[in-house]
């Protein structure tokens, strides 16, 4: 019997799939790192749509790489370099299509590629990267480090050792972000990179270092950096990780230091601590930092800024301007930072005098109540996406890396995680990547 005739493709909607889910993508990645949307409206909204269209792509048989896919791979644009990477992928084509692009010069195309490798389901990722990588330049093998550890692949001693002896501060940084088995050498190798001169690598040695428990992290965390850098606000972050109250102060001084307010007001809302409750309840009388004060006050403290302790912000106060004043080169997409809401410090302050004593002075909290493992566990199902990274180091902190929680992921599959609980994998202090 005749093999059974196949439809014809219709190329004009396979390219509308491929638009709409360029468009979809951009649209994903925002709501990742946005504080209006949670875990289960992301699943269920931008990221279903983008990934029906991905599947619509997948349907276009063994034309669709050569006739779509791969002209889009030289786009100028991340979004569509990503869906198409994505859609190239799901069609099993050879890595090798993909790869040239993985390893082109640093820039948005890279970025755009390196997330698509780490989260595509394709059987040859992880070992051709594996064999690829530590054969290439340092920023190259740094970025494949980069991509394994989103898939979740453990990377052994016996892989990272070399590496972890690079010359290379970005190349020793990735590996030790990758680090997971505390062994004799890992640990020697670990305490020198705590005394590192490279902030990149001190900071990434300190992060691994909390995780995994060692006393001396929190000193190389703790020394001081140049309040320019990038660096600072990293360190500020695993700072508020490690929870200790004796940061406040810390936090608090790279709070008066400009362009750092930022980086400290995020810290001081993870930090947990009456006390950076009540400094944030003063940044909030400033308008440049009121939104970012409120966010961690309210993470803090589990105020809810809305009502009689919200205020309208100035498009909300005078509306939209008129056209012949309008900025039309502005952007018109809002900061993750712009759509928070704009408290009323007034009257969070007079809150404050009536509730804080339910908050005793040596218990971190996180929005209202005492933190723990498990209390962080479930946040990480019901918080905003903004902060939920941040929350998931805090996880791996307070477990001592047994338990982790990769917030990169597709939203769908955090969400099955999430839905099996923890308690099976804290038992018997069992190591549990959740992805």
Partial sequence: MAAPRRCPVMWDIMEEHLEEAAFLANQWQRAC????YCLHEVAQGPETRLRAHLDGLACAGPEAPERILMPWLESDRSEEVFVAALALLATGAPLDWVLP????????????????LSLARHEGIPGLLRSREFHAHPRLQAEAIRVLCLRGEALGSETLLPLLRSESSELKAAALKAVRDDTPTVRTLLESALGSQSPDVRIAAGQTALV???????QALRRPLDSTAP??????AVLAAAGQAEDVARMAAALAIPGL??????????????????????????ERTARLA???FSRVTGLRLEGDFARPSTLEEHGLPPFEEDDLDADLVPSPEATLPLPDAAAVARWWMKEKDRFPPKTRYLRGQPISPEGVWKALATE???????LALDLAVQTQGAVRFDTCTWTKRQAEVLATGMASARQGRQRFTAR
């Fill in 212 to 218: 995994l428990g060692y006393p001396a992290a929190l």
């Fill in 261 to 286: 307010e930022s980086a400290a007001l995020w810290a001081l809302g993870h930090s947990g601590w009456r006390h950076a409750a009540e400094l944030c309840l003063e940044a909030m009388k400033h």
């Fill in 231 to 236: 660096e600072a606000a990293r360190a500020l």
């Fill in 384 to 390: 905003p996406m903004r902060g939920r990274g941040q």
């Fill in 101 to 116: 692009f993985f390893e082109d010069e640093p820039g948005p195309r890279r970025v755009a590629i390196s997330r698509a």
């Fill in 294 to 296: 409120g966010e961690a």
């Fill in 33 to 36: 790192r946005s504080p209006d």
